[in-house]
């Protein structure tokens, strides 16, 4: 056996890495599938709807905790207000 029948397989390593890189881009970024959301889509504007209402009012820096925190007890899962 020669020397030069290995170099087809230092070169291929290369060639692979570049090939998996380009299809793996290729695949997650969908360059030629996205949609053009700034081109292709029209908005309209309209005026801003809503109203503003008052809950709570706190005075002063007396109070150091929020209500209802979960310092303690940091796995304890929230619960839906019904």
């Not at 002063?60 to 209802?68: A, H």
């Amino acid at each position: 056996m020669s020397e030069d029948s290995g170099l087809w397989l230092l070169a291929a390593g290369p060639a692979g890495a570049t090939a998996l890189y380009w299809a793996l881009y290729r695949y997650y970024r969908n360059t030629d599938k996205s949609h053009a959301f700034e081109r292709e889509t029209d908005i309209e504007a309209r005026p801003v709807t809503g109203a503003d209402t008052k809950v709570g009012e706190v005075k002063g820096t007396q109070r150091r905790r929020i209500d209802g925190d979960n310092v303690g007890a940091h796995r304890q899962r929230v619960k839906r207000v019904r």
